[in-house]
């Protein structure tokens, strides 16, 4: 009992007001944290503060239903049905690099592919339709990714475990 006693006043002490205006900047396991500590304290004003931003991240059981525009892929049409099948890939590693790079500039934990389709991305990228790729569109997709490619899915990987949905 005492014990119980004295982990409420610790916790109740780092749930002060200058902790809940910070609630924004934490990172997801501090904010589990904080939630834990909020129920341990029996603080409901700082709790639903805590879970309003856990709502706002998606994160745990706030994580929306999944949505069918998080699925989409390039599709094997046109150029892809007779090119080599590593065109395909290139073509697909260009693309989710894009939405990684739309995603970080947008700071946004949302899934990739609900940004923009690849098709989307080819017309704004290089003024072309999937029907128009070749094997030059090819090369310059792989020049990107090669020269971009590792950085952004670095800075992506870091964005989203610092951000997105307590992972």
């Known amino acids: 009992m005492i014990r119980k006693n004295l982990l409420a006043l610790t916790l109740i002490a780092v749930c002060s007001p ?16 904080a939630a834990t500590a ?34 989409r892929e390039p599709q094997k049409e046109g150029y ?3 090119a080599h099948p590593g065109h395909f890939s290139t073509a697909r590693q260009w693309y989710f ?3 990684r790079e739309t995603r970080l500039g947008e700071e946004s934990c949302e899934c990739l592919m609900a940004s923009a389709s690849f098709g989307e991305i080819l017309e704004e990228q ?17 020049q990107e990714r090669d020269e971009f490619g590792r950085l952004i899915e670095s800075q992506y990987q870091s964005f989203h475990r610092a951000n997105c949905r307590g992972e």
Request: charged share 25%; glycine share 2%.
């Open 18 to 33: 200058a902790f809940a205006q910070n609630i924004e900047a934490m990172n997801p396991k501090e904010l589990q944290d």
């Open 38 to 71: 909020a129920v341990t304290a029996e603080d409901a004003d700082l709790l639903l503060e805590i879970m309003q931003e856990m709502q706002r991240r998606e994160m745990l059981f706030f994580r929306a239903a999944e949505n069918p525009m998080c699925d």
């Open 80 to 82: 892809f049905s007779t």
């Open 97 to 99: 690099m894009k939405l």
């Open 126 to 142: 290089f003024g072309i339709t999937a029907n128009d790729i070749s094997k030059t569109t090819i090369v310059k997709m792989q």
